[in-house]
């Protein structure tokens, strides 16, 4: 097992409930601590999985501050309970605003982070150069392509400075070779601060297995209306996490397994 | 080409079908030319162009005060009640609002604004009850309080359909000002103009200046669309490059 220890609790999620005209989502229990590697700044990437319909968008609002539960709550740091806003969040879309540049749509971003005063357009030009988009500065969303979309909305996330990013189906709509782009960008971003924490909210489980380190499963139980989580997989026990290639091995391929059978 | 034909299609069933009563379109074409050297065309359309742009202006200034503030509840009913008010026909609140208004020149233009703003309205409500719901999503992710997502989505998002609506609503304006300049002559305009030629059965030059109220409009359709474009390049984009 990789060396490691884990600290303190970043993220809380207490009895979370939620009920529209049925319940939706029911005593949702978990927490994400903070992870320590000796010589990284390693961050956490956590993915929620569940069958499509099952309520994982529900929980992804409710996670990002955009919607209220019916019960319980949602803290981060020191017991603050979550409000639109601490969080970033990556839509499934990638959504911009279509009327802004990316330089201007980043610059937006940058201007919330009181962290970057000062420095926003030497850090946006820093960004872009990282992130292979210094030539797109002055485009508007509609004239680039998915995946240069789904980077200028990490790069907006990341500019506006929360530890927590969310992502929702980051993965869905992406070919082969933009997938491996996708997973090398979130990886590189998990690896750019010891708190940042990614919470990836998707239904392809071998892709976002493959670049966590805990995963939890949303699921329904017999006789009980509503989802919850039914199982964690701590991905770093099982010698799983920060893996390159781990799709390959013989025990990924069998907690892949579990995990369906979990579904 | 298609078009080409249709025109000439239309022209011929013209030239074929007119009798007595009807010009030619050979009469109405040199009534045309002849109405185009004239001063008089130019001083009427100038007239009329004033006072369709300063209406459009007064009614646009209104609709985005109205359009803004219908985020609130207050405000809401008030944009609806305008809204509805598209049903009210002018010719029956002429006499209230010549007590309301000083001169000519004031009632036409009050005319103008009260006939304009309901359908400018109408349309400006509807862009802003289709704005995509990810789109106040991204503003409170990013911290946004409410007066910033009504300046960011609203107000600058929206900036280009208001210049959509100006040019779409504009055919409504330029119906109306032939109706309210009637109703005070001594200032001139096409209105009026095309109320003496019909007073005198002059039927060829009213399809000639027909032609010119037609041909205004579609100039003015081609600019308000062309200075949307370049005020807000976004607006021509459609379709994403390949990565």
New interface residues.
């Given amino acids: 097992m990789t060396k490691h220890t884990k600290g303190e609790v970043v993220l809380q999620v207490t009895n979370v409930a939620l009920t529209y005209d049925r319940p939706i989502l029911r005593d949702i229990n978990f927490c994400i601590k903070n992870i320590v590697r000796p010589g990284l700044s390693q961050g956490q990437v956590v993915t929620l999985i569940g069958r499509s319909g099952i309520g994982k968008t529900q929980l992804f609002k409710i996670l990002?501050?955009?919607q209220s539960p019916t019960a319980g709550q949602v803290t981060i740091h020191n017991n603050k309970p979550v409000k639109?806003?601490d969080?970033?969040?990556i839509?499934q879309?990638y959504?911009?605003?279509?009327?802004r540049t990316v330089y201007q749509s980043l610059l937006?971003?940058a201007k919330?982070n009181k962290a970057l005063f000062g420095m926003e357009k030497q850090t946006i030009e820093q960004y872009a150069e990282q992130f292979h988009l210094t030539g797109h500065l002055q485009l508007?969303p509609?004239?680039?392509?998915?995946?240069?979309r789904q980077r200028v909305s990490i790069m907006?996330?990341l500019l506006?400075g929360s530890d927590f990013i969310l992502l929702d189906e980051p993965f869905s709509g992406l070919d082969v070779c933009?997938l491996d782009k996708a997973v090398e960008l979130l990886l590189q971003v998990s690896l750019s601060d010891e708190l940042k924490t990614l919470i990836i909210v998707s239904h392809d489980i071998e892709t976002s297995v493959a670049i966590s380190d805990t995963v939890f499963i949303l699921g329904n139980e017999p006789d009980k209306a509503g989802a919850t989580i039914k199982k964690e997989i701590d991905l770093i026990e099982r010698d799983l996490a920060w893996q390159k290639d781990i799709k390959q091995e013989k025990r990924f391929l069998e907690t892949i397994s579990e995990i369906k059978n979990e579904l | 080409m298609m078009v080409a034909v249709q025109v000439v299609i239309t022209l011929l069933l013209w030239q074929v079908f007119s009798d007595g009563l009807i010009p030619k379109p050979g009469k109405v074409a040199e009534a045309f030319m002849h109405l185009l050297g004239s001063k008089l065309l130019l001083d009427n359309i100038l007239v009329s162009l004033l006072l369709t742009l300063k209406a459009m202006l007064y009614s646009i200034l209104i609709t985005l005060l109205f359009a803004y503030l219908s985020v609130l509840p207050f405000f809401k009913s008030i944009a609806q009640f305008i809204v509805k008010c598209r049903y009210l026909t002018l010719t029956g609140l002429i006499f209230i609002f010549t007590l309301l208004t000083k001169d000519g020149s004031q009632l036409k233009l009050s005319l103008l604004v009260f006939g304009i703003v309901p359908f400018f309205v109408t349309s400006f409500l509807s862009v802003i009850v289709n704005i995509n719901p990810q789109e106040y999503d991204l503003c409170k992710t990013l911290g946004y309080n409410h007066w910033q997502t009504l300046y960011e989505v609203i107000i600058i998002g929206k900036a280009d359909q208001v210049f959509e609506i100006l040019r779409q609503n504009f055919a409504i304006s330029w119906l109306m000002i032939t109706m309210v300049e009637g109703l005070s002559m001594s200032e001139g305009g096409i209105g009026t103009l095309l109320i003496k030629y019909n007073k005198y059965n002059d039927l060829t030059n009213v399809l000639a200046l027909q032609l010119v109220i037609f041909m205004i409009g579609l100039c003015f359709d081609y600019l308000l669309g062309t200075i949307r474009h370049w005020l807000f390049p976004y607006s021509k984009l459609k379709t994403a490059k390949a990565s």
């Fill in positions: 990002s501050g955009l639109a806003g969080m970033g969040v839509f879309n959504y911009l605003f279509e009327w937006l971003a919330k508007y509609k004239q680039l392509s998915g995946g240069q907006q996330q506006k933009m």
